[in-house]
């Protein structure tokens, strides 16, 4: 399988905290993507980072990517009871040009007011 | 702009019945994916279409069958549920060109 792993599984912190989530892939990429899901809804694309980039940021959002140890990391800085819910990393082969993605199998992620 | 849009919601079948989740988009992209979700597993790709009138399989296609109808729709079809088919699945498109997928609601299976 070509999944990748987030890490961790779980997450529950308080709110105004800082949340961190990792992901490994195991091939090399074009990019990679980190979705949300809220639960009993479908997934919402929040950033992308490509291959040659190694840190990009959006809003409350950093993203980091290290492609010799193939891995990613989200940070949601100051998070809210809003955020609550999980977060999946898919990662785009390099070559593939048909758009397809592998999830990992996703961080649950609960913020505490 | 309704995005995504898959019919039904939910869904209970008993084993061995057959029935086709419908999954349409309205953003003229031109791939279109099935994926299901099982608790701890993430999602799987069941099978995709990069261009109407192209499919191809992904991970876990066995006991599937699917239809790039047009550009809009893509189906997914159960020939004899089982079980193992319990899930709930998520349809999915992009632009040509474009990695960021854009996801259904989902449909919550049940096979009984």
């Known amino acids: 399988s070509q999944q990748g792993e987030e890490d961790p599984q779980a997450l529950s912190i308080q709110e105004g905290e800082n949340a961190t989530m990792n992901c490994s892939y195991k091939?090399?990429?074009?990019?990679l993507q980190w979705y949300r899901q809220n639960s009993g809804r479908g997934l919402v694309h929040l950033i992308l980072i490509r291959s040659n980039e190694r840190e990009k940021h959006s809003g409350r959002l950093r993203v980091t990517l290290d492609t010799s140890k193939k891995s990613s990391s989200l940070l949601i800085t100051a998070s809210r009871a809003a955020d609550t819910a999980s977060y999946f990393c898919a990662s785009s082969d390099r070559g593939s040009t048909l758009g397809r993605l592998y999830f990992g199998r996703g961080t649950q992620l609960t913020v505490w007011p | 702009n309704a995005g995504v849009t898959q019919t039904p919601k939910f869904q209970v079948l008993k084993t061995g019945q057959s029935m086709t989740l419908q999954c349409a988009q309205d953003?003229?992209?031109?791939?279109m994916y099935w994926y299901r979700q099982d608790p701890g597993m993430g999602l799987r790709l069941i099978y995709y279409?990069?261009?109407?009138?192209?499919?191809d399989k992904g991970e876990v296609p066995n006991g599937y069958n699917v239809s790039r109808l047009n550009k809009r729709e893509f189906s997914l079809r159960l020939e004899s549920a089982a079980p193992s088919q319990t899930s709930v699945y998520f349809c999915a498109s992009n632009r040509a060109g474009y990695n960021e997928q854009f996801f259904g609601p989902g449909t919550r299976l049940t096979v009984l």
């Open positions: 279409s990069a261009s109407e009138g192209t499919t």
């Open positions: 953003m003229n992209h031109n791939s």
């Open positions: 091939t090399s990429i074009n990019n």
